[in-house]
């Protein structure tokens, strides 16, 4: 007796794409072989070594951006099934809860809707990079050559800069914030969060005036709505809100003593 050919099970993906930046976007539909535990990454590799479509036309591969494959670099953020979040560490069953993943009813893939496409699911997030040089996220630290150890620092605030330190720069907090566009200069939570990070240390507190200034300007800490949507998507748990509201007070205090004291 011979045993039944076993079906294998397949997902149905459906994928935003755009040939350029300048391109109008279009959709695409994938069947891609379902493997317990693979993520979106396996997927979107799996429909790279054959671009195919369920209409039997070859297509050009979908471009995608990624990098660390382990929710580190942030590189991987896209929108699936309208929720933004880092498409390595999402897993192909939990999108397909709800009967989705089918013919008629796929998992869909879309860019970050934030950010200039470049490619299909890969976006320019260089406006957060360059946000973060506007407000000097860094620790001036040039040419002040060995001058022994630093100074002590509270386990509270330690603890406070760890965990902003886990930002990855990803764009989740952005692209799920109401007041962050592609048309503002709001810089958003991100950003607020590392002035917070580097106001709280010791030797980069040096340069706190200057980011203060930078976010009392347009697009600043003013443009927040407080919608808190940030905290919500963020996959590091990272205490958005927190660092807003602790920014907020940093630059109403630097705003009296500069009212008063003309600095």
């Known amino acids: 007796m011979i045993a039944p050919k076993e079906e294998t099970k397949t997902v149905f993906i459906r994928i935003k794409r755009q040939d350029a930046p300048d391109a109008e976007p279009y959709w695409q539909d994938f069947e891609v072989p379902y493997r317990d535990a693979s993520n979106v990454i396996s997927c979107l ?14 297509v050009a591969p979908v471009a995608w951006d990624c990098n660390c494959l382990e929710e580190v670099c942030g590189a991987c953020t896209m929108v699936m099934n309208g929720v933004v979040g880092q498409s390595c560490s999402k897993l192909i069953h939990e999108l397909m809860a709800g009967g989705k993943g089918t013919r008629d009813n796929p998992v869909v893939l879309e ?23 506007a407000i000097k996220g860094w620790v001036p630290i040039d040419g002040t050559g060995n001058l022994g150890s630093g100074a002590k620092e509270s386990q509270a605030n330690q603890e406070l800069r760890y965990d902003i330190s886990r930002c990855m720069t990803c764009g989740c907090c952005l692209e799920a914030c109401p ?32 980011r203060l200034d930078t976010l009392m300007e347009e697009g600043g800490i003013s443009d927040c709505g407080n919608a808190q949507n940030c905290v919500k998507v963020c996959p590091k748990e990272i205490p958005l809100t927190e660092a807003i509201a602790a920014i907020g007070r940093q630059t109403t205090v630097h705003a009296i003593k500069k009212f008063f004291m003309g600095k």
């Open 45 to 58: 590799q799996a429909i790279a070594l054959e671009p195919v479509t369920v209409n039997d036309e070859k």
């Open 111 to 133: 860019p970050i809707s934030k950010f200039p496409v470049v490619r299909d699911l890969y976006v320019d997030r260089a406006r957060m990079f360059n946000n973060l040089k």
């Open 179 to 210: 007041q962050f566009t592609k048309d503002n200069n709001f810089v958003g939570a991100q950003v607020i969060a590392q002035a917070l990070y580097f106001n709280k240390h010791e030797t980069g507190a040096h340069l706190k005036g200057d």
